[in-house]
């Protein structure tokens, strides 16, 4: 099986056992009976639906063939199985399981120079292949806002996965850059600008400079022509023309955001290899574009009536008096995609200049020129899931030969992001905010917050957790509301609550350091002294782990690993009871610490995987 690691997963090896089985008894292909083993629930840990196989047979008697075959050929790993209608359940052998995963875990998480966290979780399936992401992206000068937030945070936890599952990943912040509001913003700099304000804070300067200017240019448009926006046009057009001196402000913007940028990223965890942006889609590129579309028919004029709000696009054009069609003089090019459905999207405007689709179209192929990916991903929020459509579609209509390739991973909403002071608009607001509600809970605990050394950085770190592990925790194209006092408790499923499990398991080794340490070679421990259910079904989970990767991967969802991280953490919890550690013997110390240690290895690890920083104490 290309997508089976035996040899590193206990997993893998208990589905080859069971597939083997049911193959052989039901004269099935290997494979086909490979996929159909599935992780079981409920306490049973595999199960395999007949059903899907399509036999002829009624399945319920080939369950009871498949049972039947199971306890006349014992098999090492396979301890019993049993029927359930045409489904069937198996159990491994209780003590294969704890000496094999206990060993793997933590052989597997040791840290190496090439994987700094170790590769318990990891598989190949990617190898050789590469992956370019574009996550985050926000617009220079423009508020930060929950879309951006959310791009920021999967887009992270996508890339993460794709290098888990063995693929080699660019990261792009694709960075709003380009277009007619650098010229607005270069008049509005000129009016309000400050030099020190700007090097204290661009971003958030560039945005008051922005919105100043963006009020002149409304009261202007209010009463007739807008002086400030035809200063602004001629401006943007100066700078597509490569103007030196309009460029070099709006290159001094740009150095100083993404500077900036670079500090609230990093306190984040988050990470790119380049920012690219709308500027760097070459002229060129978007030249060979338009002619391309132009030669393959692809252009047709659109007038401005064509975009009146609930027009029907069937209907014949206005006329004048006399009868004849209106037409515009300046009409703008557009893509006529009425007929799947994806209206007609403008890819140039009258007056020539550039804008945002005609540069994701340029953009895609000069990436596809420069990294040859195997993938492209977007991540972007479900309100552009129409423009997406769009240029992957007129992609596919110029023949480029990637389009494939693409994918748009989308997400849903944030509801209700803001302050006392309205609308939140920055980043770094954003982290802040949940920094400080994190801080005051500490606060309220005396005993608590005198046992943390570093009440600010750790109060920083959980309030981050809490923002992405909301953002993570159900399905991405939910939307959600921004509930920052239910985020950062630490009662229910929270970003906290993680944190805590966490540093409890860090707690136990720190607690009982002074008798008993592991030994470097985990097959020294008496693993056929965990007796205890729970053990079992720690290790149970631990075993899971290389498979939810797998699965969180097919669907690229994040929450089938926050759910993973979670459930890991309710089994640990129930288990401080039975499977105690201090003043026990010491093989049976050592035994029970192992579980434990090898659960803090796979939690932290899933934390990692979703962007997080694992802490030793809170
Ligand atoms: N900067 C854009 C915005 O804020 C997002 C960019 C999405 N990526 C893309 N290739 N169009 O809306």
Redesign the pocket.
Known sequence: MPSADPESYFIDECRESIAKAVSTCLHIDFEAAYGGVDLGKKGVDFTVAIPRFRLKEKPQELAERVQKYISEHPDPLIDHSNTDGGFIHFMIRDRALMRSVLDQVFRMSKPSKSAPHGLYGTNKSGKGKKVVI?YS???IA?PFHA??LR?TIIGTFISNLYAANGWDVVRLN???DWGVQFGLLAVGFRKYGSETALSANAIMHLYEVYVKVNVDKDLETASGASPTMDEARGIFKAMEDGDPEALSLWRRFRDLSVEAYKNVYARLNIEFDEYVG?SLVTNDNIENTMRELRNKGLLSEKHKWESQPGRNYKLPPPTDDAGNPLRDENPAWAVDLHRFKLDKPVVQKPDGTTI?MVR?IA?AIQRYDKYKFDKMI?V?GDE?DL??AQFFKILELMDAPFVNRLQHINFGKVKGMRTREGNVKFLEEIIDIAKESMLTQMQTNAEKISNVAHPHATSDQIGMTCVKIQDMQAKRINAYAFDISRMTSFEGDTGAYLQYAHSRLCSVERKVAAEISLCEDPAEVNTDLLVEPKAREIAYVLACYPEVVRMAFKVSEPSTIVSYCFKLSHVISSAWETLIVKGQYKHLAEARLLVFVCARMVLASGMRLLSLTPLDRM
């Open positions: 574009e992206s926000p617009n423009k879309g951006h791009s694709y960075l709003g709308e945002y994701d953009g977007y972007v552009q423009h997406c």
